[in-house]
């Protein structure tokens, strides 16, 4: 199969702002911009450059109105200090009807998309998945 991921693609009414978010969010770059769409890819000679999907953020003319059916799930080094960093930039914790318990916090971002922040892997998973899929 040739097929690959090359973007996810975010719709929203004022893609600079919502870019700006996820570039400082994720440390990413922006690598195309015009007042319709903004492109956000990993950073240049990353592991990820290349290999993970980039972001690519729409101009359209309705605003959110529903819970996201795709949603991208973050994994940290240190949770809450991420989720604090996430709320300083402009996110927000949201109910999804999650419930208590769970081990990941979910967030939306300034234009109300859903994102998961998950909670780190401990030493014993990171020894158990490698080096690549960290």
């Known amino acids: 199969m040739t097929l690959r991921i090359q973007a996810l693609s975010v719709d929203t009414t004022d893609p600079s702002p919502v870019a700006r978010f996820w570039e400082h969010a994720l440390g990413w770059r922006r690598t195309y911009e015009q007042d319709d769409e903004v492109v956000l890819e990993p950073p240049e000679g990353s592991r990820e450059d290349g290999v993970v999907p ?15 059916r795709l949603h991208l799930d973050l994994r940290p080094e240190d949770q809450s200090a991420e989720v604090e960093r996430l709320e300083q930039l ?6 999804v009807g999650q419930g208590d318990g ?8 300034p234009d109300g998309n859903e994102f998961c922040v998950l909670r780190a892997f401990t030493p014993e998973e990171l020894e158990s998945i490698g080096p690549a899929a960290r």
């Open 90 to 95: 402009g996110a927000r914790r949201v109910s």
């Open 102 to 109: 769970v081990t990941w916090v979910v967030m939306a971002d």
């Open 54 to 68: 980039d972001l690519l953020f729409l101009r359209v003319p309705e605003g959110k109105a529903v819970k996201n």
